[in-house]
């Protein structure tokens, strides 16, 4: 009996063992994923709705993630790849989260990611490193209590017009009123009337009396006039510091700075395509669906991108449509406006600029171009003195004089930023066949010695190049 009993004890303690063996070796998620690649791939895929603290974005913080997750580890995998589809395995803890966020944010939508992808994410999440850069930028952000409110231009011409009309009325009235007064007293006097004579003759008299004043300043507004005609020929098509009003307050430092989301969240298709891009409604809904008001202008300004896709958010539903997994479904019959952004940068038709050209080949800053963007409230042209001075902030950008979106400066930039040979086997192999064929080459020579190329001896000051 007692060696029974002690068979048993036996026993239950190796099961213990093993399973506590078992525990061990499937903890592998948790602890032998590559923190770097992890950042990377939570950067990427997971940022944009969860923070690695305690904080809440437009979902849950992942902080302390494994002492939560009580569901298997395959389950979890399965739940980053297909939420919906995790929970019908009737697990209890995931019952209990999607009971407890779906109602407020909505369902998670479905990761591409891979099972070893989760296990590196799932490492950064637990340990991400103390000194991560974008906490660090976090903290250095003027928040949307402290940024000043900015005006969106508005053409001062047109009241400077209307200033001088009003002027003009007023003195013409004056001089009315001075005329008849001038009457009445002579009247009284007995003396002649001021003859009635025609308004421009009048004026015609009182400049002639007035000749030496008159032609002075007959001569300052021509000179003035010459001045301002000249800067302004010189500034044709110059727009920096162009800042129309926007259809909403949108602010990117509340955005880019204080919540860290990516350039590339909302401005993907700069990276793939000749165009930035402006989010679409769908894309702002991801956050505030459950983000529904602001520091700055509380629910007025968010409230608007409801009324653009028709969402209630009282009762956090879309109007009208099926609300499936954060869209307004495509049978969505709700008839409301679409935000209508007004443009800020644009080129003439006949040229050509991509922005994956730049960006990806070119690894490119948005900033080299675009300025501080994550200190704007109200969007920009950057002024070139102004990205000038940032230089410091963001390493490795280079500094141009022309105005931004001029031809000058496009050109200035070709002729000063440099091809990195190196990072790119498809210049390298080019270089090298180039320099095998330099032979009787003068021109060729000219350009390889240095062994330094620049945008413009690759051709970026090819007319044809940047015009249709
Ligand atoms: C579009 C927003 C969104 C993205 C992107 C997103 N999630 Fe989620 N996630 C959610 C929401 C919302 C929940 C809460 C459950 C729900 O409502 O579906 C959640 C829940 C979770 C949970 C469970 C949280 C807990 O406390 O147990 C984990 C783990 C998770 N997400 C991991 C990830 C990972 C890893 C990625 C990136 C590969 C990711 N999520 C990307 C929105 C998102
Ligand atoms: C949350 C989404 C979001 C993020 C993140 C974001 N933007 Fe924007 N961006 C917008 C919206 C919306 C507009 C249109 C409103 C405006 O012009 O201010 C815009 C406008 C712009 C414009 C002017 C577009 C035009 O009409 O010419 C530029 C340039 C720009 N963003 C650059 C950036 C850069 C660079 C970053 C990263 C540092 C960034 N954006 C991050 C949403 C975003
Ligand atoms: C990745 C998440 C995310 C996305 C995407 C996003 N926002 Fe926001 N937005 C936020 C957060 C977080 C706040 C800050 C709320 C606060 O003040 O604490 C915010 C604030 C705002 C505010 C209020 C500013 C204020 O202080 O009153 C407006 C307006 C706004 N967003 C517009 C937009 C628009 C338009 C889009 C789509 C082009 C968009 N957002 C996309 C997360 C997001
Ligand atoms: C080499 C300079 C340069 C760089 C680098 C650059 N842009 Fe642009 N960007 C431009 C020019 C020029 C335009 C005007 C394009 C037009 O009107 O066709 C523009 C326009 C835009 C617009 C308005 C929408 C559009 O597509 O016309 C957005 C948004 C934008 N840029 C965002 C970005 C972001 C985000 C980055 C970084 C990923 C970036 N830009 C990098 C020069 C640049
Ligand atoms: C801040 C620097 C900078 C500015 C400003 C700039 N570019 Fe570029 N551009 C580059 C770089 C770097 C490349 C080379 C990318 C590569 O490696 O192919 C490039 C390449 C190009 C190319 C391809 C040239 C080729 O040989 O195929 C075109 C077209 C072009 N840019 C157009 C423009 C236009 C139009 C503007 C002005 C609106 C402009 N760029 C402004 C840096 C700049
Ligand atoms: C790197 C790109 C680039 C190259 C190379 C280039 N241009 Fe331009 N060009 C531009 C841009 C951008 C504008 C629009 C400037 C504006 O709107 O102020 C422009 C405008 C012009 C205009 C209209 C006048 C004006 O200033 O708006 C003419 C004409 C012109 N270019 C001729 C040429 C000729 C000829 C060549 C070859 C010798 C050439 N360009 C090469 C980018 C380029």
């Known amino acids: 009996m007692i060696a029974d009993l002690g068979f048993k004890a036996t026993k239950s303690f190796l099961t213990a063992c093993l399973v506590l063996f078992a525990v061990q070796g499937t903890a592998g998620i948790w602890d032998d994923g590559n923190i770097e690649e992890g950042q990377a791939l939570f950067n990427a895929n997971c940022a944009s709705c969860h923070k690695v603290t305690n904080e809440v974005l437009a979902a849950p913080g ?97 009241w400077f017009v209307m200033l001088l009309v009003l002027f003009l009325i007023i003195a013409m009235a004056a001089a009315g009123v001075n005329r008849s007064l001038t009457n009445a007293s002579r009247e009284k006097d007995g003396g002649a009337l001021l003859e009635d004579l025609p308004y421009g003759q009048r004026v015609k008299m009182w400049a002639w009396e007035n000749r030496v004043a008159v032609s002075l300043i007959g001569v300052f507004i021509v000179a003035y006039g010459a001045v301002l005609g000249y800067q302004g020929l010189m500034r044709v098509g110059v727009v920096e510091g162009y800042k129309p009003n926007q259809p909403i307050q949108f602010i990117h430092s509340v955005h880019v700075c204080e919540n860290e989301v990516d350039c590339k969240y909302c401005h993907h298709s700069a990276y793939e395509s000749k165009h930035a891009g402006i989010p679409s409604t769908n894309v702002c809904m991801n956050c505030h669906k459950a983000v529904k008001k602001g520091r700055r202008y509380g629910e007025t300004e968010i409230g608007k991108i409801y009324e653009a896709i028709g969402f209630d958010a009282t009762s956090g539903t879309y109007v009208d449509g099926e609300g499936k997994n954060g869209y307004a479904s495509p049978q969505d019959t709700y008839d409301g406006d679409p935000i209508r952004w007004n443009k800020v940068h644009n080129l003439p038709d006949h040229v050509f600029f991509s922005h994956q050209q730049h960006v990806v080949v070119g690894g490119l800053q948005c900033q080299n171009c675009h300025g501080d963007v994550e200190t704007y409230t109200v969007g920009r042209v950057a002024k070139v003195e102004d990205i000038n001075q940032l230089v410091d902030k963001y390493p490795g950008l280079i500094e141009l004089s022309k105005p931004t979106l001029t031809m000058g400066w496009c050109i200035e930039c070709h002729n000063k930023a440099e091809i990195d040979l190196a990072s790119s086997g498809y210049y390298e192999e080019i270089h090298h066949r180039l320099k095998d064929h330099l032979r009787g080459n003068e021109e060729l020579r000219m350009y390889m010695e240095d062994d330094k190329i620049t945008v413009k001896e690759l051709g970026g000051w090819e007319c044809a190049k940047c015009h249709y």
């Open 62 to 158: 992942l902080a302390g993630i494994a002492d939560r997750w009580g569901a298997s580890e395959e389950l979890l995998v399965q739940w980053i790849q297909n939420p919906q589809g995790a929970a019908e395995s009737g697990d209890s803890y995931i019952k209990s989260l999607v009971s407890r966020y779906v109602p407020t944010y909505g369902w998670m939508t479905a990761q591409a990611v891979s099972a070893e992808d989760v296990k590196n994410i799932m490492a950064y999440v637990q340990n991400p490193p103390d000194a991560a850069p974008v906490a660090d930028s976090g903290s250095d952000c003027i928040t949307v209590d402290e940024l000043p409110i900015e005006e969106a231009n508005n053409d001062s011409g047109v």
